[in-house]
């Protein structure tokens, strides 16, 4: 059974840093792509960064590049994003997904396949 736990959310002030967490179990990293989405309000559930299990690399969406950092931990079965600089337009529910996928990690959520519970990320001025 494949398992994404995602955590890590709060509430900041502008300027500020967060890092979220992603435990994930259940299948093989090296053959997925794993990541970040967030979702505003009314708005549609957005790629933000994610990574590609087998080769690590990874890719941003400009909103935040520069600003955001996507890691994993193998040996913990752990994925982060490491985010600095908060900005409230960053406010949002943030979710871990995974792809089962080899041929390049997927734009659009529909293509992935198992999801965290999202952790909510405030930002205030």
């Known amino acids: 059974q494949v398992r994404l736990v995602d955590s890590g959310g709060d509430s900041v002030q502008t300027g500020g840093s967060l890092r979220l967490s992603c435990v994930y179990s259940?299948?093989?990293?090296?053959?997925?792509?794993i990541g970040w989405f967030r979702q505003k309000k009314e708005e549609e559930r957005e790629r933000i960064a994610v990574?590609?299990?087998?080769?690590?690399?990874?890719v941003y969406a400009d909103a935040i590049q520069d600003r955001f950092t996507i890691s994993r931990d193998t040996a913990k079965n752990t994925l982060f994003l490491q985010m600095n600089n908060l900005r409230p337009e960053d406010t949002a529910m943030y979710y871990c997904a995974l792809s089962r996928t080899s041929h390049g990690c997927p734009i659009h959520p529909n293509r992935y396949n198992y999801w965290g519970r999202g952790t909510q990320v405030t930002v205030s001025t």
């Open positions: 259940g299948y093989p990293e090296s053959s997925a792509c």
């Open positions: 990574m590609d299990g087998g080769t690590g690399r990874a």
